[in-house]
């Protein structure tokens, strides 16, 4: 599992390996905006305030992602065992 702390909402979830964040997120009934689930498209991007990002996305450029200040939540994940905290 890794974790993720949604910053405005005061939560944090535990997500397995097999899960993706949004998914996560809908199971926890917590609101989520996304389209094509597949990184491409941009709709669920996400504004990271810690943590060390493992992007699986296409839609953020290699330069955006370096920076490790945002997130597509739909396919990227954090390590396993550690946190990441999403400004949702
Ligand atoms: Fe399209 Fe995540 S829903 S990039």
Avoid at 55 to 77: G, P
Wanted: proline content about 2%; glycine content about 6%; overall charge negative.
């Amino acid at each position: 599992d890794f974790y993720v702390t949604f910053a405005r909402k005061g939560v944090t979830i535990a997500i397995p390996k097999e899960m993706s964040i949004a998914d996560a997120m809908r199971e926890h009934h917590l609101t989520v905006n996304t389209s094509c689930e597949y990184g491409v498209c941009g709709t669920c991007y996400a504004t990271v305030l810690s943590g060390e990002i493992l992007h699986e996305d296409t839609y953020l450029t290699e330069e955006e992602k370096s920076k490790q200040d945002c997130m597509m939540i739909c396919v990227s994940r954090a390590k396993p065992g550690t946190t990441i905290v999403l400004d949702l």
